[in-house]
Each structure stands twice: as structure tokens, then as C-alpha cells.
């Protein structure tokens, strides 16, 4: 049993990694690359002038901070920060130099459920994240009368790949289980495929950090989704390593 991870870079480098610690197979195959946004030029003089700055993802940090190093900007001190999760909210913080806020399950509902974000009619919001996503974020502050801004500071680009031959690689490494963590890349990956080769994927079970993807994924067909509830690695490999102990315990019975 193998786990395909669709993470990018090194967070998909990572995740393999923590696997194998686990002593669990895994094959890295990345749908998206991660480039600087085009928002990023246009991030002064606006961000010093926040009164609430929330960050999507540790990209989504880690592309501003540098930005402000490279222009000798600091993070303002007397905005109110937040972070849809624990590790990004843990990589703002240090880079932030920044208390920063972030709820116990990882996604937009509940930060929004955050006492921080609570009337905050006539503040000014600015939201760090990628190309797309998180307009409910968006839409439920201004709905609180705040002024809210996008700013995408990085871009997932999508990386082209041959279906045939990559399901064919899989099959023979025998790839069991699905990591995919976003809902822009299961539909990328979903339209790769012809419907007889949709078959052979809808039948893995898929891990997921949020409920929302995983009702997507139900939605498309899939018939084993966990949703682990975090985008963290160290989360996700606890969830695959916990599935495949249950796996192997409902198997003695």
C-alpha cells in the first residue's frame, strides 16, 4: 500500500518524509507550483495602514515577509493578526514578530467564529492569500461592515501531466490512499482523467484537511474520505498512520 501525495514542493517533500519515518510508502507527485503573486508589488503602503491582517496559508506569510524584508518594512505593530491554522499561524507569529490568533479546526467557518473577528464594522481588513479561494472569509467581514482588500500574494500554477502514464505509475506502485489538499487541486486533478481512469481513483481513500472538501469529494464520488482537519503534515501522517492501525485491527477480528 502506497500513499500518492499531491502536495507542492516541500511541503509535499515533507509529508513523504514524515511518512517514511512512520514506515509508510509514499509517492510525491505535485498538481501545483507556487510563484510569487501579483499583488505582491502592490502590498505598501496599504498593509500599514490595517487594522486586522489575516493569512490563509504559510505561502501566503512567507511570500509577504519576504517582500517586506526586501523593501525594509516591518510588520505593523498594532494590527490584529489571525491565521486559518496552527502552523501558519505559529510561521506568522515568528516571522511576525506578532501575536496571532487562529482557531482549533482549521478552516474559514471557524475563524470567522474567532471573538477577533467580531464587530469589527469600520475596520480595515486585508486578507493574504493565493489566486482564488476563501471568499467566504471575504464575504462574511463585509457583511460585519468591515473594509475588506484581497491581496494575492502568491499564485498556484498548475502543472501540466500525462494521465495515462501517471495512473499506470501508480497502479504498479500500487497507491492506495490520496492526499489532496485543496478543493482547486482535486478538480484539477479530476479533469486530468477520462471517466473509465476516474474509476480506478475514486476508489482510494482520500485525506483531506477541511469538510468542506471532503463533501466535495463525496459529491464527486469518492467513497472513503477522512477529514483529517488540518492541513499540517504532522496531521495528516497521524491520520493516515491511525487509518491503516484501524485497517490492520479490523482485519484480526
Known amino acids: 500500500m502506497t ?44 498593509l500599514q495602514q490595517c487594522d486586522i491582517i489575516i493569512a490563509v496559508s504559510q505561502n501566503a506569510v512567507t511570500f ?12 505593523p505593530n498594532d494590527a490584529r493578526y489571525l491565521a486559518v491554522g496552527q502552523k501558519t499561524a505559529h510561521v506568522f507569529s515568528k516571522l511576525s514578530q506578532q501575536k496571532v490568533h487562529y482557531p482549533q479546526i482549521s478552516d474559514s467557518e471557524h475563524l470567522l467564529a474567532l471573538p477577533q473577528l467580531q464587530s469589527i464594522s469600520g475596520l480595515k481588513v486585508m486578507i493574504l492569500r493565493g489566486n482564488g479561494g476563501r471568499e467566504l472569509i471575504h464575504d462574511s467581514l463585509i457583511e460585519r461592515g468591515a473594509d475588506v482588500v484581497y491581496k494575492e500574494v502568491y499564485r498556484r500554477d498548475t502543472i501540466t501531466f500525462c494521465a495515462a502514464e501517471s495512473i499506470s505509475l501508480w497502479q504498479q ?16 486533478m479530476m479533469d486530468q482523467f477520462s471517466d473509465s481512469q476516474r474509476l480506478w481513483l475514486l476508489n482510494l ?19 472513503c474520505v477522512t477529514n483529517v482537519g ?24
Open 3 to 46: 500513499v500518492l501525495v499531491t502536495r507542492p514542493e516541500n511541503q509535499g517533500i515533507e509529508l513523504c518524509q514524515q511518512l517514511a519515518d512512520l514506515g509508510i510508502r509514499s509517492v510525491h507527485h505535485p498538481l501545483i507550483q507556487i510563484n510569487a503573486g501579483t499583488d505582491l508589488p502592490y502590498l505598501l503602503p496599504e
Open 64 to 75: 509577504s515577509h519576504q517582500f517586506l524584508q526586501d523593501h525594509r518594512y516591518f510588520w
Open 173 to 188: 506502485q500500487q497507491v492506495t490512499q490520496l492526499v489532496v489538499t485543496s478543493s482547486g487541486q482535486l478538480n484539477f
Open 205 to 223: 481513500a482520500l485525506f483531506v484537511p477541511s469538510e468542506r472538501i471532503r463533501q466535495e469529494a463525496l459529491h464527486m464520488g469518492f467513497g
Open 230 to 253: 488540518s492541513a499540517s503534515n504532522t496531521e495528516l501522517a497521524a491520520s493516515i498512520s491511525q487509518s491503516r492501525q484501524d485497517s490492520k485491527h479490523d482485519k484480526q477480528k
